[in-house]
Structure formats: C-alpha cells, structure tokens
C-alpha cells in the first residue's frame, strides 16, 4: 500500500488548497479514506473521512462549511479541498486507509497558511 498526498504549499489567510493523495497497491473503490492533520507540538488530529462510495462523508467540527472531501475512484486518488483558510489550519496533512484493519499513512504535505 503507498499512499502519496501533494497539492500543499503556502497560502495567505482565507485562501485556498486542493490536497490530492494518491493510492496504490489496494483496491481503492472498497474502501474509505480520511485525512488527518498534526500542527507544530500537537497531537495528529482528525480532518475528514468519505466512504467507499464517496455518498457518506463526515468532518471535524472545525472544517465544516470550509473543507470538502471528495474521491475518484478511477483515479485512485482521495482530495481535500481547503476553503477560507485561517493560520490556525497550518500543518502537515496526511492520508489514512485502512486495509484489512491495517492502518497506512502518507507521508503528509505541508500547509502553511500565513500573510
């Protein structure tokens, strides 16, 4: 299983990202994916999560109305789309699958958000 997020960079408050994170060596379509962010002497914390049919997703309470997670399955590739970013949101975001009750990370992509 890889999983390699990209699409991170600096942007300035209340701009926007896409996260894209792309999947190989599972089949993609038969399972969620979420994605998690650590900050600077913080602990990883819970971002969002899309089912396998990308028709249930959820989100910590922080990122509703301003993150959307979205999948292609014939891609084999999970995004974030980051909306209206606050500094707060900066951080090294990362990728999870669990395959077969295995937890697998990305390496993560950083997000700094700052003027």
């Known amino acids: 299983v890889q999983l390699v997020e990209s699409g991170g960079g600096l942007v300035q408050p209340g701009g926007s990202l896409r996260l894209s994170c792309a999947a190989s060596g599972f089949t993609f379509r038969r399972y969620g994916m979420s994605w998690y962010r650590q900050a600077p002497g913080k602990e990883r914390e819970y971002v969002a999560r899309?089912?396998?049919?990308?028709?249930?997703?959820n989100y910590a309470d922080s990122m509703k109305g301003r993150f959307t997670i979205s999948r292609d399955n014939a891609k084999n590739t999970v995004y974030l789309q980051m909306n209206s970013l606050k500094p707060e949101d900066t951080a090294v975001y990362y990728c999870r699958a669990d395959v077969g009750g295995i937890d697998y990370w990305g390496q993560g992509t950083q997000v700094t958000v700052s003027s």
């Open positions: 899309i089912l396998r049919d990308a028709g249930s997703t």
